[in-house]
């Protein structure tokens, strides 16, 4: 059985090296220590050169010294390339190549990449070490690091060089002490992507002799961070104070009151801040006893374990005394060399049991990248055996619990002593609650496991819904056939934050054909980042539209459901039928009516949908589908991949007849589109590319798809796919409204020997009208070939060009009748070429008996036009920035923002950052070099000017890796 101490090995999201001792002895001097801490006073990306002075005390003895510096590469895990040449009093210790990745311990890393035997790297920093006992002299010491850049994003600043030496003066002081060296990381992902909160741990054992008296004890401890972290000695907490560097500092304590003279002490450490690296810890502990002569208590002065010295390993341990004065040729305990199995024969193990202490090393979940398990979704569960030996372990099996359910149990072919073997399970929860874990090592027959005690590990996993998934397919709403059209429209809307009292306007003007009337109309409010404060909320908000207050007939929402910026989004739906009488200009507003001046929303814009029916119009079927299903594949997602990140959306219900369809349109709507990588399938049809922020990127709408060759006769279904992470970042997506329209052809190609045609929408180009008993009310009669015998052909519409209209009763020689409604017994209709001088004649419902229609008076009905600009409309591009790679300290380049007023009035711009807690856009982000939350520009109306955007981070900034944020640009009159 391993034995450990500490609360947990190491950070287990980054990974880390624990303190452990690099040496230990007793000196009748001290231990000193000194540090330069940096890193503000270097440039990132540059060659850098610090040289720091350590002064020794002068009468000073060296009996063990060790030189530390660390090194910032730039990323916690990309391979920033540099080298660093080390010297010290005028010796190059190394001149080191720095040039390897880093990946996370959740991610499969080692928790370390160990460089060579004296140069580690942790996270974006490398560690180097150097035994300089033999360099070190009383009084100055100068130590020279040197950084350079390989290649353009390698940073090479300096955060720390450190000097410890253990050294005699003659003081006749006993003094005990280790040196605890490591790089062990703190970091805020095991808290918020695992639910662990890591506390890290060193011991230091220490020996003094029995009956000595405690005379003085101290605590020095080096550490990396922008803040100090928080501490505990033997249980009893320690001050914290204030780091002397940017990232580095240290500090030193008094434990005498709480030092175990025999033993292990145990210091803790955790972070304060988003991530703590401890890397060297020093114990120091002074003594009397009753002999005099004995300044060093027959204690050899190197007594050490020293792992990490460049060219000294052995710390001067003589090479006949590495087993504990048992001599050099008796290194196997008096067991006879030829017996190598404790007294067991050599030839007798076909039929013994091995010797193996199997054990379960940790648990961790996870969903594809992401630290989380989800409900109904398919999680892994990897479990991480162990074989603390003393011999190599045959078959066994792991099984894996779940509430005390058995998921499945894997065997393992054996495992070598001391190896590791991580074995991989799936687990769908069906519920968000927290469960428990449980993973259990079977031995086998073969394998003598005499410590049980660690065959089995437990662990707690909270399970949560992640409102990222496609879960809520969009409904259909409405489906029907209507001789007629459909018209969709988002009139002038665009994204717009709405907060506390504010009122938002939207025009919609519609042309419907003459004579259409109105089946349904429908209006759509769509609205995202719902908050008060931080925290996320469903809008409190009143609609007004054409005069008339509504309430939503249908109100569909969603949010993410955990973690940070958990705000919902929605789709509201209006029954507006009454209100939309035809063509015309339709306002909307909506008012923010929620009090609380921390309040607001956004609307991403306001579409109205309108289906009417038509004479002139073809037969259409149609289907109308509505809801809201917000999904993302972004990094915040949760590990969410397109397939489960998909909106589906079933058009069901009557089968279509294939073989007499015209066409098929699809229209799709999506809130927060704007990303090429969105896939729009259409039964077998699949495209990318349809989503390209039109109208804007908070309105996405693809408009009138042609889908007829895709089209099935029932069941059809369309699915909008959110893009791969790798697909420039992935994408947040809020699929919220689909329609299909089916319109079908003509059914009528022949017209012959029809006795009522009554009320025929269109009769053109009919090569044979002959013995058309009434043709009543035809639309359009022209063309007509033959129209012979037509009893009665009032109120044709047109019935210009006939050829041959035998005994028409009244329609004698009229060149051009176009448009009259019944021309019936129109007495002075005779050879007249055209009705000249009628100034307007249109919609005379009936003309019949008029003498002379010549000089009428104009009794018309005016069409009225005008394209109303709205009073704020502001559009801002490009739609994202991207900062590549930046260094705390080093501005990033600058970005331009063009800006727009498309209103008819000046506007005042303001800005808002959308971003994680201390993100670097909220902490950085410069709009024409002031903090954005400072920026302020006026725009004249229908004018536009271009800003300036640069991420400048302060040198203390401490966060590493990639970020994503949000700059909304807000419009107010000026």
């Known amino acids: 059985m391993v034995l450990s101490s500490g609360v947990c090995s190491a950070d287990n999201y980054v990974g880390g090296i624990p303190l452990t001792s690099a040496h230990s002895g007793t000196v009748s001097g001290g231990v000193y220590c000194d540090s330069y801490y940096g890193m503000g006073d270097q440039e990132a990306k540059a060659s850098n050169t610090i040289e720091k002075t350590f002064t020794v005390p002068d009468n000073a003895n060296v009996e063990w010294a060790m030189l530390l510096t660390n090194v910032y590469c730039g990323h916690m895990q990309n391979n920033y390339q540099g080298k660093a040449k080390v010297d010290f009093n005028g010796k190059n210790l190394g001149t080191e190549t720095l040039n390897v990745p880093y990946t996370y311990s959740y991610n499969g890393g080692n928790g370390h990449v160990q460089v060579n035997d004296h140069v580690n790297r942790v996270t974006s920093d490398y560690m180097m070490y150097y035994d300089v006992t033999g360099l070190v002299k009383a009084g100055k010491n100068t130590a020279v690091v040197k950084t350079d850049p390989l290649d353009s994003s390698f940073d090479g600043r ?18 005990w002490y280790q040196v605890n060296r490591g790089h062990d990381a703190d970091s805020y992902y095991s808290d918020d992507e695992m639910n662990e909160n890591y506390i890290g741990s060193t011991a230091f054992q220490a020996a003094l002799p029995e009956g000595s008296s405690l005379t003085d004890s101290k605590l020095t401890l080096v550490y990396q961070a922008s803040s100090d972290g928080a501490y505990a000695f033997n249980g009893n907490a320690l001050s914290s104070g204030t780091p002397q560097g940017t990232f580095s500092g240290s500090n030193t304590w008094d434990v005498k009151d709480s030092l175990k003279s025999s033993g292990t002490n145990t210091l803790t450490y955790d972070r304060t801040a988003s991530f703590y690296k401890n890397v060297l810890g020093i114990l120091t502990a002074e003594y009397t006893t009753s002999s005099s002569g004995d300044s060093t208590d027959d204690t ?222 429908r209006l759509y409010n769509f609205w995202t980042w719902s908050a008060t404060g931080s925290s996320g909320v469903i809008p409190s908000m009143s609609l007004d539209f054409a005069g008339s207050s509504l309430t939503p007939e249908a109100e569909y929402a969603d949010q993410k459901g955990w973690g940070q910026y958990d705000y919902p989004t929605g789709t509201w739906a209006y029954n507006v039928t009454g209100l939309v009488s035809g063509s015309g200009n339709y306002i909307t507003t909506v008012k923010n009516t929620n009090s609380d001046a921390e309040n607001s929303f956004c609307i991403d814009g306001i579409a109205l949908l309108v289906v009417y029916e038509d004479a002139s119009g073809k037969e259409t079927q149609y289907w109308i589908n509505e809801g809201c299903d917000a999904v993302s594949t972004m990094s915040s997602s949760g590990g969410l991949t397109p397939d489960e990140a998909t909106v589906k959306i079933a058009f069901e219900g009557d089968s279509i007849d294939l073989g007499n369809v015209d066409n098929a349109r699809l229209w799709t709507t999506v809130q927060s589109g704007g990303h090429e990588g969105i896939a729009l399938k259409f039964n077998e049809m699949s495209i990318s590319g349809v989503y390209d922020s039109t109208p804007s990127s908070n309105l996405d709408i693809d408009e009138a798809r042609d889908v007829t060759s895709y089209l099935l006769s029932q069941n059809n279904e369309a699915q909008i796919i959110a893009p791969s992470v790798t697909d420039n970042s992935g994408d947040y997506m809020i699929p919220s409204s689909a329609i299909l329209a089916v319109s079908y052809k003509s059914e009528t190609t022949d017209d012959t020997n029809i006795t009522d045609d009554t009320n025929v929408t269109d009769d053109t180009n009919v090569t044979d009208g002959t013995n058309v008993t009434d043709d009543t009310n035809v639309t359009d009669g022209t063309n007509v070939t033959n129209d012979t015998n037509v009893t009665n052909d009032t109120n044709v519409t047109n019935d210009t060009n006939v050829t041959n209209d035998t005994n028409v009763t009244n329609d004698t020689n009229v060149t051009d009748d176009t448009n009259v409604t019944d021309g019936t017994n129109v007495t002075d209709g005779t050879n007249v070429t055209i009705d000249t001088n009628v100034t307007i004649d249109t919609n005379v419902t009936d003309n019949t008996n008029v003498t002379d229609d010549t000089n009428m008076k104009d009794d018309t009905n005016v069409t009225l036009k005008v394209n109303i600009i709205p009073v704020i409309s502001l559009t801002v591009s490009p739609d994202s920035l991207d900062f590549g790679t930046v260094s705390p300290g080093t501005p990033s380049e600058s970005l331009p923002l063009a800006l727009k007023n498309n209103g008819g009035i000046s506007i005042k711009v303001t800005a808002e950052v959308h971003d994680q807690e201390n993100g670097p856009f909220a902490t950085g982000l410069l709009l024409d070099q002031n903090i954005w939350s400072n920026y302020s520009k006026v725009l004249a109306a229908e004018s536009a000017e271009t800003s300036q955007a640069q991420l400048d981070l302060p040198l203390n900034y401490s966060s590493t890796g990639q970020f994503q944020g949000t700059l909304s640009l807000w419009a107010e009159a000026a």
């Not at 996993?461 to 397919?473: A, F, L, R, S, T």
């Open 158 to 175: 300096i955060r720390l060089v450190t000097l410890v030496v253990a050294y005699n003066d003659g003081s006749k002081k006993t003094i």
């Open 300 to 521: 050899p002065a190197d007594n050490t374990t020293d792992n990490g010295s460049a060219g000294d390993t052995t710390d001067d341990i003589s090479s006949d005394n590495t087993t504990n004065d048992t001599s050099s040729d008796n290194t196997t305990s008096d067991v006879p060399a030829g017996n190598t199995t404790n007294d067991t024969p050599a030839d007798n193990t076909t039929d013994a049991k091995s010797s193996a202490d199997l054990g379960v090393q940790a648990i961790k979940v996870s969903h594809n990248s992401a630290a989380k398990a989800w409900k109904n979704l398919v999680n892994t569960v990897n479990v991480t055996v162990i074989n603390n030996g003393p011999e190599k372990a045959g078959s066994f099996a792991l099984e894996l619990y779940s509430e005390g359910f058995l998921l499945e149990s894997k065997p393992i072919n054996g495992l070598a002593n001391g190896a590791t073997e991580a074995v991989e399970f799936v687990w769908k929860p069906e519920d968000a609650k927290n469960y428990t874990l449980r993973a259990v090592v079977v031995p086998g027959s073969t394998i003598n496991d005499a410590n049980a005690t660690n065959n089995e590990l437990s662990k707690t996993q909270e399970v949560m819904h992640n409102g990222y998934i496609g879960d809520k397919p969009l409904e259909t709403y409405l489906h029907g056939t209507v001789k007629g059209n459909i018209i969709y429209d988002y009139g002038n809307s665009s994204y717009v934050k709405v907060s506390s009292g504010d009122v938002y306007t939207a025009a919609h003007s519609l042309s419907l054909p003459e004579g259409a009337i109105v089946k349904y109309a």
